[in-house]
């Protein structure tokens, strides 16, 4: 009995746990849930932001906002690419959609820093509690 009961706590906290996406296996969002920064310029960097995998918040889109704006709707697995001046920019992730989806707590935010010529990752995740935060990450 003992051994069903840990097995079935297993099952439910990895169920729960969501799992990084490495950039090079995300699944580009379509051009409709990508709304600024696109266009491509001279001495730009490039911010690349991924959501990772998993049940949490499946149903729901992760709202990326770029110093405010929002920026894109992902699903789970999705990635997108912004093209962005070097400098100091905030990114910032909560959910969005029907029900559920929008009784979220506030968006998350972190500050990145861009490098002209050069890219950066950040992947939006969610803790077993639902609460997304957006973290740099080297995984390519």
Known sequence: MIRIIIALAVLALTGC?????PPS?????PSDRVFKYQQVFPDQATLVVVRDSGYIGGGCYATVFINGDRVAKLDPKEKASFNLPAG????????EGAALCSAAVERQERDVNLVAGKSKTVRIFTDSNGTMDVRPTTIE
């Not at 746990?17 to 996406?21: I, M, N, Q």
């Not at 296996?25 to 969002?29: D, E, F, H, L, R």
């Not at 100091?88 to 959910?95: M, S």
């Open 17 to 21: 746990a969501t799992e990084v996406v």
């Open 25 to 29: 296996k995300a699944i580009s969002a």
């Open 88 to 95: 100091t920019w905030t990114v910032g992730a909560t959910w």
